[in-house]
Structure formats: structure tokens, C-alpha cells
């Protein structure tokens, strides 16, 4: 619940740091001069410009730290934000360049730790207790809750006294950080590596492959090596014993104190034939190696630090080295060793766990520096919602092959663990069953013959939408109905997913001109017509087309011409008809009958249009209710032990919400809250079921409740109140 000595308003939270000047630090300078200046000319002016007078704003910077900490970093760098100065803006000229600061200097910068942004300017609102803690700790000088930040999910695998799932501590990325800086010192100092590197070759067979090639393909010694092929020579097909070694051996060269891992669980691999970053000398550009420690060294700089100077430094050199020939999307898996609570890794199985399970839907081979960087936010910000899948990168990489495998990645046995070929598909495994039993066992309250039904109606329209209030499960039914339509979870080819918003187009979902690498423009096909690619190569399987959000966009101009294709009626051969962008005169498409469509639609959102009518009679509808019922307080006393006269109290407080926001005339039954609001997530073990109901309804249903009582603050207090009275 928002503190009262929060007043709604904008915080900001700004650097002072210009990578073009002397001093590069300009805090001393905005203080003197009562000012605070945009260091960049083409970036954030209009961020700048939306800052009012009486804004609250603080000079921060970022970096991390390992010792003199007042906890216990468990050997791991921990994020830290340091506040120099606060002040209040007094005006703003409307440039885009500066404001005008009252300021006051802090007579010793104060250290704030875990969260603490991804820019330069960072505009925090007290929306979520985490910004409200920063905003009292920065302007009301109250101490941070160290505790709570620490153990929360976004930190604890790193950070927590305790975590119930231990083997993803990930203990192994301590020695991998530390190797990544020593062997920075090293960039100078490259006929070293290759004299130690010459030396284990002697010890070890297993590094024989890592020689150059001459013209003639004749091989030759290396002359030269960059830092991602060094840690390539561990992260290969070996044994863990093997990688254990060849890992000890380089931390003795670098002076690296942390001993070498023997689990490496979470960890994608090279392929055994593409082990190295740069090209042999017959094909390699003279800057090649230069450009991958360039990559390095920006990568360390900006896992460091939020300065965007830092990360744009890092995302140009990341552009130049992933077009180095050969290297794509594997760079992405060096800087997870490096850094791997910064970066994720973009291997053949993190990519598809990124595409099908936590539905990115980005074209991961393509992405610029840029592209990824922005990926890296859009999945840090989601860390820090507890309700989110995963938690951190190595979290993410560990699940994703546990998706794949049912195990953990590479697990350790007497063999080689099979590794991972950065471009190539790996093989499937054998596919298990999904049928409706498994929804309800999965934590579904829907009774099976409703399923069942629901999935009859989607076979025969072809084409469903799930609607229904916030909370009531909509995107999570809808995945599992796919896997009870195609048979199995683990056929992810047959499973695509995406999400509309007002900005998609039929270039983005149908197909559209692209820019390509030569600089001209392509024709690029787009999720739903590489959907319908894979369902008639494969006429037997159901494919399903998962849409998030489906009336977010203009559904009628994002499907175009395919429109009426999608029609039950008209899924043959006989009813196809040309694109927009046909690649030839002659093309022409149609949508086979195993390629099915569920989209899913928050009715509690006044700001979307209604549907084309056209549009729905292509659906079938089903609502989703919140079921607070009689399956939910079984579901909660098997799974999560909570006592009977918790679930009773709790189910009765929750109807009689649900019942009043329905009867409020301004709201009605689209704004009731669903039962995920008081369902924890099947793996989380609750070790309090009261004192958990009483953190969901400060930080999700009193901000809810208050947004929807906005108007009458007493309706939404009486309505808290009443929640929770009685609740021991």
C-alpha cells in the first residue's frame, strides 16, 4: 500500500556523468551553477521536457561492490546507487536539455543496493513498494529494508538467507565474473594467454582443436585469442570433471581465488565443431579479435554501471562483433559467462523459451546492439514482478532446458552432456501426453467437462478468445488448451505466441518490408505466416497462433486480406488469395485447417474500441470468471497446506469484493479481480498463507482498488478493511 509521506508526484533519479568532458563527473558543476543537464543531444528530450516544477530529483550513480557491505554478498557483485545530492526543479525552459534545481548537497553520499535502475534518467512513481522504499530512503532519509530486497525473488538466488530450490544458487557465476576480470588485464598482455594456453593443450587433449587455419586450410599455433574463446575452452562437450580442470588451470594463470565449479547447471554450451568467437586467419578481418575484446570490455563497463554512455558503448561494439563471420547470436552466449546476471544468453533454447514461454515474440538473430539491450530491460524489469516465471538470466537459461529436458542443463553424468549448436535446432525428445486432466491437475478450477467444451467449440470454429476480468488466468489457460489441442508441451514448434498493441501492423504479423543486412529493403515473412509455413509441412499436427491482448490492436487492419481466410469455412486450398506483399505475381495463401488461433481479451480495459463486428464472427468466446470455488480451496490445501479456515475466510472476504465492485455502477462485473490475485504460483512455497494474502493486497489489490475508487478513497479503505478483517 503507498505510504501516506509519499505524496503522487514525479521522482527522478539522474546521473551526472559525461564521457566527453573534463571533469567527466559534473556534479560539482550543476550544484554550483543550481542546474541539471542532459549530456546527450539526441536522446531523452522529451524525458527532460515532461519535468515539472516541483519534481523531486536526486544525482545518483551506479556501480557494484563486493566488500564493505552491511550483508552478506555471498561472493557475488551487488548493484548499489549511491545518492550525492536532492533537490526540487524550480523550472524548466522546455529545451530538452536542462532544468533549473534547487539543490542540496548530501554531506556523504548514501548507498542504496539491489534496485537501482537501467538509465541515466529514470523517473520513479510510487506505484510498488520497491520505488516507494527508494523514494523515502532518497528524499526522507529512511533506511532501506535491506532484508526485503534481498530475499525478494529478483535477488534471492543471489542474495537470501535461505532459498527453497538450492540448486538454483547458481554458485558456479561467482568464479565465472571473476575470471571475466581478471582476463581484462589480460587484453594487453595476449602471447601470455596463448603460453598457457600452449601448456594446457600439453595436459589435455580435449583443447587440441583450438588451432588457426592458413589459406590452404594447413593448421598453424593461434597467434592471437579473445576472451570469449578462452572461456569457450569450459564451456564445451567434456565431462564436468574435465571442464572443472580446464577451468582450474586458466583461474591459476589469472590469480582467481574462487574455486573452479564442479556443477554447471544453467550453462548452454559451445558446439564442439564452432568452439571458437573469431575466424581462422585465411578468412579473418584484421580488427576481428580486436572488436570481440572491444565487446568484452564494454560489457563489463556496462554491467557495472546504468550510464547510458556505458551501454551505448556496449551495444555498438556488440553490433560489429556479432556481424564478425561466424560469431551471431553465440556472442550473446559469451556474455552470459562474463556477466551472467546481466546478459541473457540467446541459444537455441533460450530463444525458444524466450518465443513460446515467456512470449517475446523478437526476431533474436537479427537484433542490433540496441535491440539487445532493450531485450536485456524488458526482461529485467519483468524480474522484479514475482508473479513473472524467472527471476534472473541464469534462472531463465536453467528453465529453459529444463522445459526441453525435464532436468537440468548439461546434467552431470559419466558421459559428455549434449551441447547446444548456436544456429542449428536440437533434436526433440521424446513427447509426453497433455490432455484436459492435466489443465485441472496444473492448477486449473474450470471442471473438465467446460474444457472439454471449450476445446470442441475451438476445433470446430477454429478460432477462440478467452475474456474475462484481470487476474482470472486468461494467457495461462490458453497456452495449456494449445497443449491439450496439439497433444503434448513439448512439440514448441507446433506453439507460437505474440501480443497485439496499438502500434501493430500487418508488416509486423502478416509480412512487410524490411531493411537487410546489404541495406535494402527484404521481404520478411511475419509470426503468422511462419505459423502457417510450419502447419501445412507438418498437416497432422495442430499449430496453434497464441495471441496476447488480441483487441489491443486493430485486429481487422493487423490480419489484413487473411481475414477472411481465417474463417472455419474457408481453410483450403480452393479460397487463397494474395498478399498485400506477394513475393510473385503468382503467390498466393491460404490458412490450413491445422492452424488454430486463441487470442485473449482483458475486458476491464475502457480504453480499447469495440471490436469489428466482422472480427467476432470469425471468433468463438468463451468468459473466464473468477473461481474463488470449491476446486481453488482444494487446489490450496494439497498444494500449498493452507489451513481450512484460511480458504474459507479468505474465499468469503474475496466474493464479497468481487460482489461490490460488480454492484458499483461506475464499474460492473468486467472490473472483479480473478482468483490468480490469491493463488500463489504452483512452485512457490508458502511458508505463511496469511501473512502472503496480506503482501498481495498491499502491493496488487489496494493499488487496484484505489485506481478504481479514485474518486473516493473511503470506498477503497472500507473495501481493504473488510478483505482482511479477521485474517489471523
Known amino acids: 500500500m503507498a505510504d501516506a509521506s509519499v505524496p503522487e508526484g514525479q521522482y527522478w533519479f539522474v546521473g551526472s556523468y559525461y564521457s566527453d568532458r573534463e571533469p567527466q563527473d559534473q556534479t560539482d558543476r550543476f550544484l554550483a551553477e543550481g542546474i541539471w543537464e542532459n549530456g546527450f543531444e539526441d536522446r531523452y528530450l522529451e524525458t527532460v521536457k515532461s519535468m515539472k516544477a516541483g519534481d523531486q530529483i536526486a544525482i545518483k550513480s551506479t556501480y557494484v561492490r563486493k566488500d564493505g557491505l552491511p550483508f552478506d554478498p555471498r561472493g557475488h557483485a551487488v548493484p548499489v546507487l549511491s545518492i550525492k545530492a536532492i533537490g526540487v526543479v524550480t523550472a524548466n525552459p522546455g529545451d530538452g536539455r536542462r532544468v533549473e534545481v534547487d539543490w542540496t548537497r548530501l554531506k556523504k553520499p548514501r548507498e542504496w543496493y539491489f534496485y537501482t535502475g537501467r538509465h541515466t534518467i529514470w523517473k520513479v512513481t510510487p506505484s510498488h513498494w520497491m520505488r516507494e522504499a527508494l523514494i523515502r530512503f532518497a528524499f526522507w532519509k529512511e533506511p532501506q529494508d535491506v532484508e526485503r530486497f534481498r530475499n525478494d525473488p529478483a535477488w534471492a538466488k543471489r542474495f537470501a538467507d535461505a532459498d527453497p530450490k538450492p540448486e538454483q544458487r547458481f554458485a558456479w557465476t561467482a568464479f565465472y565474473e571473476e575470471v571475466a576480470t581478471a582476463l581484462l588485464a589480460y587484453r594487453s598482455r595476449r602471447p601470455e594467454l596463448l603460453a598457457h594456453l600452449k601448456d594446457m593443450q600439453e595436459k589435455h587433449e580435449e583443447l587440441g582443436f583450438l588451432v588457426d587455419r592458413d589459406r590452404r586450410d594447413n593448421p598453424m599455433p593461434l597467434r592471437d585469442i579473445c576472451p570469449f574463446t578462452v572461456m569457450g575452452t569450459f564451456n564445451r562437450g567434456a565431462t564436468p570433471e574435465k571442464r572443472t580442470e580446464i577451468a582450474a588451470g586458466w583461474a591459476q594463470l589469472l590469480g582467481v581465488q574462487t574455486p573452479a565449479p564442479t556443477s554447471f547447471d544453467g550453462i548452454p554450451l559451445l558446439n564442439n565443431q564452432n568452439s571458437w568467437f573469431f575466424p581462422t586467419a585465411a578468412t579473418r578481418h584484421k580488427d576481428d579479435i580486436d572488436t570481440l575484446w572491444d565487446v568484452f570490455e564494454g560489457a563489463l563497463a556496462a554491467a557495472d554501471s546504468s550510464e547510458d554512455h556505458e551501454r551505448l558503448r556496449f551495444a555498438d561494439a556488440y553490433s560489429r562483433a556479432r556481424d564478425i563471420y561466424r560469431v551471431g547470436t553465440k556472442l550473446t552466449m559469451g556474455l552470459f559467462w562474463i556477466r551472467p546476471w546481466n546478459f541473457v544468453p540467446l541459444d537455441g533454447r533460450s530463444r525458444q523459451y524466450l518465443k513460446t514461454e515467456l512470449m517475446l515474440d523478437q526476431d533474436f538473430f537479427a537484433a542490433d546492439g540496441i535491440a539487445y539491450v532493450q531485450l536485456l530491460d524488458t526482461l529485467a524489469s519483468k524480474f522484479e514482478d514475482p508473479q513473472f516465471a524467472v527471476h534472473s538470466f541464469p534462472e531463465l537459461s536453467w528453465t529453459a532446458y529444463l522445459e526441453r529436458d525435464g532436468r537440468g542443463a548439461h546434467a552431470e553424468t559419466a558421459e559428455a552432456p549434449e551441447v547446444e549448436d548456436d544456429d542449428d535446432p536440437t533434436p526433440v525428445s521424446p513427447q509426453a501426453s497433455y490432455t484436459v486432466h492435466d489443465i485441472v491437475t496444473d492448477g486449473c478450477f474450470i471442471p473438465e467437462p467446460a474444457l472439454n467444451g471449450y476445446l470442441a467449440r475451438w476445433r470446430s470454429k477454429k478460432n477462440l478468445i478467452l475474456q474475462g476480468p484481470p487476474g482470472t488466468g486468461k494467457t495461462w489457460l490458453a497456452r495449456r488448451l494449445a497443449y491439450a489441442l496439439i497433444g503434448t508441451k513439448d512439440n514448441k514448434s507446433a506453439l507460437r505466441a505474440t501480443q497485439f498493441h496499438p502500434n501493430s501492423s500487418y508488416e509486423d504479423f502478416v509480412r512487410g518490408w524490411r531493411p537487410g543486412s546489404d541495406g535494402k529493403l527484404t521481404l520478411v515473412d511475419g509470426p503468422f505466416l511462419e505459423m502457417v509455413e510450419r502447419a501445412n509441412a507438418n498437416p497432422d499436427v495442430p499449430h496453434v497462433m497464441l495471441i496476447e491482448e488480441i483487441n489491443r490492436g486493430n485486429p481487422v487492419q493487423v490480419f489484413g486480406e487473411l481475414l477472411t481466410l481465417i474463417e472455419a469455412g474457408k481453410r483450403s486450398p480452393r479460397e487463397s488469395l494474395q498478399l498485400a506483399y506477394p513475393r ?98 504452483a512452485e512457490e512455497r508458502v511458508a505463511s498463507f496469511p501473512d502472503w494474502f496480506r503482501g498481495v493486497v498491499d502491493t496488487e489489490i489496494v493499488p487496484t482498488l484505489e485506481e478504481y475508487w479514485f474518486d473516493d478513497p473511503a470506498k477503497a479503505a472500507a473495501a481493504t478493511e473488510a478483505l482482511t478483517e479477521g485474517l489471523v
Open 584 to 681: 510473385s505475381g503468382s503467390e498466393s495463401v491460404h490458412v490450413p485447417s491445422n492452424l488454430y488461433i486463441i487470442g485473449t481479451m482483458n475486458l476491464a480495459d475502457r480504453s480499447l474500441a469495440i471490436m469489428d463486428l466482422a472480427f467476432r464472427r470469425r471468433f468463438a468466446f468463451v468468459s473466464l470468471e473468477p473461481n474463488v470455488n470449491e476446486a481453488w480451496q482444494e487446489w490450496m490445501s494439497n498444494r500449498h497446506n493452507v489451513a481450512p479456515e484460511h480458504l474459507e475466510l479468505v474465499r468469503t472476504r474475496f466474493q464479497a469484493l468481487n460482489e461490490r465492485i460488480a454492484e458499483d455502477p461506475a464499474l460492473g462485473g468486467e472490473f472483479r479481480l480473478g482468483h490468480s490475485f490469491v493463488t500463489p504460483p
